[in-house]
């Protein structure tokens, strides 16, 4: 089973900025063909959508809660997913796991990296 790697997570002060990574574990592996979603959990509530790109970079889109302050994007070689998350709020903090999905076939997740935004 092909296991996503999360990473950039951390404490964050309200309004400020930080940039969230998603890669396969296994070298060779690329987004081309899948649709990679990024998802948060906060304590005490269910797992929500944020984002989606693909399978092609005009498929995006976001969740009413971060649009137009997160983005995201993926590398050209399309090995890396990136969610650029700008203008955080306290209400961002949350385990942040990416996913990526073919076909409803062929469905990875990752181990999740923790955002935590407060001053």
């Known amino acids: 089973q092909l296991q996503l790697v999360e990473s950039g997570g951390g404490l964050v002060q309200p309004g400020g900025s930080l940039r969230l990574s998603c890669a396969a574990a296994?070298?060779?592996?690329?987004?081309?063909?899948?649709?990679v979603r990024w998802y948060r959990q906060a304590p005490g509530k269910e797992r929500e959508w944020v984002a989606r790109?693909?399978?092609?970079?005009?498929?995006?889109d976001y969740a009413d809660a971060v649009r137009g302050r997160f983005t995201i994007s993926e590398d050209n070689a399309k090995t890396t997913v990136y969610l650029q998350m700008d203008n955080l709020k306290p209400e961002d903090t949350a385990v942040y796991y990416c996913?990526?999905?073919?076909?409803?076939?062929?469905?990875?997740w990752g181990q999740g990296t923790q955002v935590t935004v407060s001053s």
């Open positions: 296994t070298s060779g592996f690329t987004f081309s063909v899948y649709v």
């Open positions: 996913n990526a999905n073919l076909a409803s076939q062929y469905d990875y």
């Open positions: 790109i693909g399978p092609t970079d005009t498929y995006i």
